[in-house]
């Protein structure tokens, strides 16, 4: 495990505390299977166990760990019906955010967009976490010219596990490219107010980690559920 950072001592421990170890999950920094002790973690927040407690209790609520009263807590392991559940919730969502972006014909939200893509092409190669941030920030840009960022942070609460398969997935030859291609398709149909050409680039967009999951779990076994 990396080098834990320091807590912000001005806010509540349990969120910073949360959100670290749900990046390092999702990141499979903390792969699934990994044993976490409440006592080392607390330990190396400089905390008390509550606050870690805490953050692992919401952890479970997300099914990204898995807790055995007087034994263990583990990273989960990907759970495929979770995944997909994930997928519906996002893909209904993201589909009336396009709607809504392209029959509001935004040109200058359209040129950031396009922007975006640009800079996701020149990071295809420059190593998963650039890219995929800059993928999130695409993503949550169009949540909040939608009016609706609240929902963004709701798929992302929900998606633990798809955003894990996601991170599997991404160093397949070509994935990143075809990132940036259906990115740019998607940004192009809403510049043409094409409300049904963003919905079916965005469709293609979102179902291809899905159509490839024998192939991840084929190359990591001890990850994903069966």
């Known amino acids: 495990m990396n080098t834990i950072p320091k807590l912000d001592r001005t806010r ?18 903390l792969a699934p299977g990994t044993a976490l002790s409440r006592t080392e973690l607390a330990e190396r927040f400089a905390l008390s166990q509550t606050p870690v407690r805490d953050a692992l209790m919401q952890l479970r609520q997300e099914g990204l760990v898995d807790i055995f009263a007087q034994h263990a807590t583990r990273v989960s392991r990907i759970d495929l019906h979770s995944a997909e559940q994930a997928q519906f919730l996002r893909c209904a969502i993201e589909l ?46 169009m949540y909040e010219a939608a009016g609706v960022p609240d929902l963004y942070e709701l798929v992302r609460q929900r998606s633990g596990h ?3 398969l996601r991170r599997l997935d991404l160093p ?25 050409a963003a919905q079916a680039a ?22 994903v559920t069966q």
């Open 12 to 29: 509540q421990a349990a969120p910073q505390v949360l959100g670290w170890l749900r990046a390092a999950i999702i990141s499979l920094e």
């Open 96 to 141: 009336e955010v396009l709607r809504t972006l392209a029959l509001a014909g935004d040109e200058a939200l359209h040129a950031r967009l396009a922007a975006m893509v640009d800079l996701q092409a020149v990071l295809a190669s420059h190593g998963a976490e650039e890219f995929i941030a800059a993928d999130q920030h695409f993503h949550r840009t």
């Open 162 to 164: 798809l955003d894990r």
């Open 172 to 196: 397949s030859p070509g994935n990143p490219e075809r990132v940036v291609r259906d990115h740019r398709r998607i940004v192009e149909a809403l510049a043409r107010r094409d409300a049904d």
């Open 202 to 223: 965005l469709r293609a967009h979102l179902s291809g980690t899905l159509s490839r999951v024998a192939d991840i779990r084929a190359r990591h076994p001890e990850y």
